[in-house]
């Protein structure tokens, strides 16, 4: 008998499947681990600062005005549904003991209920420190902001746009402050079509989503322009692929059956909320970003964008065009 032969008679039936089945486990946990990206290390504490989070409600907003609560902040969620921000209010007061937090009504799709709100900030607060611009839709049939512009573009770029520009004077007023708004991994797929910005002609639910997420950076590119010198800083931030209510638009999603086959696989290559709120905390709170400005950030450190949203042209092209159908002027 050989060798390998003695040596085959003590080996465990199961031995081989049993290591396969372990070598697909640690494997799985593993690529999990990493998928989940970088955690927010940093420690600061922001005890006397204002901090606004538009979409706070729900997902990354809550987790990130949560973070922000436990270390101290008075925050404010604004958000469209009252009642889902009373419950996030209450939530997150009894999670961090802290009762300075406040919900107010701001629906992006608006510009009537941007300009109320902002009025009402301004109106009540002595001073806003961070402003986090959070909220937004993903993919969502075509449909029409209040004043008529494509939804995705309408909420989140120009609600935005509109509700920062509003903001600077006590932004400019509590300076050193920082404006942080929440792009995409998405943006690197899409272009800016100035030709049909509205989609008027023609409408992708992922186009218009990309177009969005790079207006996202173009407006933080430009605004960070418009601020130097004035202690205000703009950052535009990548989550990661964030499992949230953000998705319920995909097909995969509408499905009961995909949801259960799927779960799994949303698990491992998913991030949870508050995985994905850790490049905003970063964004907010690292003194590693002191004076840093126009620059988008992904996995809690810079990272350059694509061209076509670092493209200076297009970021002053887009803002005079966001001036005009918002009539900031």
């Not at 964030?242 to 998705?247: F, Q, R």
């Not at 799994?264 to 290559?269: G, M």
């Amino acid at each position: 008998m050989s060798m390998m032969s003695s040596i085959a008679r003590y080996v465990p039936k199961y031995a081989f499947p049993l290591s396969l089945l372990g070598t697909i486990i640690g494997g799985t946990v593993l690529l999990k681990d990493w998928m989940r990206g970088k955690k927010y290390e940093g420690k600061e504490k922001v005890i006397g600062k204002t901090v606004i989070v538009t979409g706070a409600n729900t997902g990354i907003g809550k987790e990130t005005a949560k973070e922000l609560a436990k270390r101290g902040a008075r925050v404010i969620l604004a958000g469209r549904n009252n009642e889902k921000c009373e419950l996030a209010r209450d939530e997150i007061i009894k999670e961090t003991a802290n009762r300075n937090v406040e919900a107010r009504h701001l629906d992006l799709a608006s510009l009537q209920s941007i300009k109320e709100f902002a009025e009402e900030i301004c109106r009540t607060e002595r001073h806003v420190d961070i402003l986090i611009n959070n909220a937004g839709v993903m993919r969502c049939p075509k449909s029409l902001t209040t004043d008529g512009f494509e939804m995705q573009l309408g909420v989140n770029h120009l609600g935005h746009f509109y509700l920062t520009n509003l903001l600077l004077p006590k932004l400019k007023d509590s300076a050193p402050s920082r404006i942080i708004t929440l792009s995409s991994l998405a943006h690197r797929r899409g272009e800016m079509n100035f030709s049909d910005l509205n989609s008027s002609s023609s409408y992708s639910p992922g186009g218009a989503y990309s177009q969005s997420k790079i207006a996202n950076i173009l407006f933080t590119v430009e605004l960070a322009k418009r601020l130097e010198g004035t202690g205000v800083t703009a950052l535009a931030v990548n989550p990661g692929i964030v499992d949230t209510e953000l998705m319920r638009h995909l097909s995969i999603y509408k499905s009961t059956f995909s949801r259960i086959i799927l779960a799994p696989l949303r698990w491992i290559f998913l991030k949870t909320p508050n995985e994905g709120a850790q490049t905003s905390l970063y964004a907010a709170l690292s003194k590693d970003l002191d004076g840093v400005s126009g620059k988008y950030l992904s996995n809690c450190a810079i990272e350059e964008a694509s061209k076509e949203a670092r493209d200076e042209k297009a970021a002053e092209r887009l803002w005079l065009i966001s001036e005009k159908w918002t009539r900031l002027k």
